[in-house]
């Protein structure tokens, strides 16, 4: 399989589990309400760090900057995150956004490119802070 589609298969299964452990956990019916638009974003936003990473052959800096952008454009202006643009919360919400898609855009890449074992001190990180993010999202759902 070429690297563009196990890069596509993968990000968007990353979209799927880091979506709904971060955004709608528990609440398998809210999830739900937002289909079929909602795979918009997952197909989406892989298919188009597919094309960037494997076909235009973007750097990973130009990755990351393309990456800003498509969070800013998928949190701020399509979802209204307001964690992201209230204060003080966005002090410690924008970097938590930063690193969960870090994790949605190069993880799938270092998998498909066999670079975990190399890029292990940067992922480490990244799955801790979505792991705290998926647990702060359950306990404040149950409070």
């Not at 393309?66 to 979802?79: C, D, Q, S, Y």
């Amino acid at each position: 399989m070429k690297e563009f589609t196990r890069y596509f298969l993968t990000g968007t299964i990353f979209w799927v589990v880091v979506d709904w452990t971060t955004a709608f956990n528990p609440y398998f019916e809210r999830w739900l309400s937002y289909m079929p638009e909602i795979w918009l974003f997952y197909v989406g936003y892989p298919l188009i760090f597919a094309f960037l990473i494997y076909r235009r052959k973007w750097s990973d800096c130009g990755v990351f900057l393309a990456m800003l952008v498509g969070a800013f454009i998928v949190e701020v202006v399509f979802t209204g995150n307001k964690l992201l643009y209230t204060f003080p919360i966005m002090l410690i919400g924008i970097p938590a956004a930063i690193s969960i898609y870090s994790l949605l855009t190069f993880a799938p890449k270092w998998i498909v490119e066999n670079r975990i074992r190399q890029n292990k001190r940067k992922l480490i990180p990244m799955i801790i802070v979505w792991i705290l993010v998926s647990i702060s999202t359950f306990a404040n759902s149950l409070g």
